[in-house]
């Protein structure tokens, strides 16, 4: 086994062409447990803590850029303007944990329990990847996230970051699980309201092989708040049975299975309440519009 | 595993610990806390859970509250690493260690390096934590005794100790 410790993003890139089969390393809250457990032997190992590119984040013409390597600690001490993925990011692991744990390690684990994973599907968010041969290249993350642990990244390729285009409006994340810490996700689930775009964007993760738009509930919602004029008048009630139908439309978009954490109905019950609470408080947040 | 471990060439990391720069060759796959406690015979980390759970195993890298066990050594290199070691000063316990010896947060003992390290860090940075703070800056170390009552009363021992102090 060999441990490569480039000191820059390029020299990284390099690395990884030259052995493609090297296993990236960052905050090793997946892969030192899959080496510690004896699980995996690489080859060849790229620690990516030194590529100070990777570390980075900056909004620039209403996008935001967030580096692979920037840590949940990171992001819930410099980017207090993007709630959903603050709260997300605090909901990771423990203190130890969300000093090392980074939002690329979710994005390359894709494991559909990845707490950040909901809000960047949320935001609509790409992800950016670059090989040395052929540079820079971004795609949707749903086109990234192919399945349980399974990604569209090229063997030489690194993730260097995510992208997205900053949404005006409240949302949130929330999970289910059995402690406020140390919690792999039961159901997860994240709600943007897009003023500008008059949407609601509704993602849920650990209930399907990967993370779910549920669509039918955003077109619901976002056509009933038209109807009802709620997008020109925040102080416009919304009623509940309008409610009800999105919760069960949530719910109807899981597609959850049966394992050690939960039970699919206990999961897809779980997204009907995870539903039904953030479109309130979403939308007693644009009564007292506080994103603004 | 063990054979297999001799297969491959050892990787020597450079590491300064406690502020004493120490270097030694290690399994390419080593974690931190295998090189602190094999490699450098510092037991005080303890190895319980190696995937982060339990937080028997936290230590400073670079300033920063970790899970030495995934840490790997060789990302440790040229940084900077405190563990409970570095707590004494000359002998004398750290105010928070003494906290637990008169609190009697004590029960097995093996989770408590990791408190202390944990402790430590959050007094540190917040001098008077709030009880909803304590839990939350405490929530990765796990105590199977269930001692958890005492270790909250010795950490506002520790807080009151170190507040007297300044």
């Known amino acids: 086994m060999d441990v490569f410790l480039p000191r820059s993003l390029e020299e990284a890139l390099a690395m990884k062409a030259e052995r493609p089969e090297a296993v990236p390393l960052a905050g090793g809250t997946d892969l030192m447990v899959e080496l510690n457990f004896g699980r995996l032997r690489p080859p060849a190992i790229i620690d990516l803590t030194r590529a100070a590119e990777l570390a980075t984040h900056r909004q620039e013409d209403g996008h935001v850029f967030l580096g692979a390597g920037v840590t949940y600690a990171a992001i819930v001490n410099e980017l207090p303007g993007f709630k959903p993925l603050v709260q997300a990011s605090r909901s990771v692991g423990s203190p130890q944990i969300r000093h090392r744990g980074t939002v690329g390690g979710n994005l390359g684990t894709a494991s559909p329990a990845g707490d950040a994973l909901p809000v960047l599907a949320a935001y609509d968010a790409e992800v950016v990847l670059r090989s040395q041969a052929r540079g820079e290249r971004s795609m949707p993350w749903h086109a990234f996230l192919m399945g349980p642990k399974k990604t569209a990244i090229a063997p030489d390729e690194l993730i260097v970051g995510a992208r997205w285009a900053r949404i005006r409006g409240p949302g949130s994340f929330s999970k289910i699980g059995t402690r406020n810490a140390m919690v792999i996700a039961v159901a997860g689930l994240c709600l943007v309201i897009d003023e500008d775009h008059r949407r609601v964007n509704v993602a849920l993760g650990s209930v399907g092989p990967t993370i779910i738009r549920a669509t039918p509930a955003e077109e619901q919602i976002s056509s009933a708040m038209a109807s009802s004029g709620a997008w020109q008048d925040p102080s416009t009630a919304v009623s509940e049975q309008v409610i009800d139908e999105f919760a069960e439309l949530v719910a109807s978009a899981a597609r959850p299975l049966d394992d050690v954490r939960g039970t699919a109905a206990y999961r897809r019950h779980g997204c009907r309440v995870l539903a039904r609470r953030s479109l309130a408080w979403a939308l007693s947040e644009r009564r007292l519009p506080t994103w603004l | ?166």
């Open chain 2, 1 to 166: 595993m063990g054979a297999q471990r001799a297969k491959v060439a050892d990787v020597v990391v450079r590491t300064r610990v406690n502020g004493e720069w120490r270097e030694a060759e290690v399994w390419p796959g080593a974690s931190l806390l295998a090189f602190l406690r094999e490699q450098l015979g510092l037991f005080g980390s303890k190895n319980a859970c190696e995937q982060g759970e339990c937080g028997s195993c936290s230590v400073w890298l670079d300033g920063a509250l970790v899970c030495s066990c995934l840490v790997l050594a060789a990302q440790a290199n040229d940084r900077e690493v405190r563990t409970v070691e570095g707590l004494t000063d000359a002998g004398r316990l750290h105010p928070v260690q003494e906290a637990f010896v008169e609190a009697g947060a004590v029960q097995c003992g093996f989770c408590t390096p990791g408190f202390v390290v944990a402790v430590a860090d959050l007094l540190e940075k917040d001098a008077s934590p709030s009880p909803a703070t304590v839990r939350e800056a405490l929530s990765g170390n796990i105590c199977r005794c269930t001692g958890y009552a005492k270790i909250l009363d010795a950490v506002n021992l520790a807080a009151a100790r170190l507040l007297e102090r300044t």
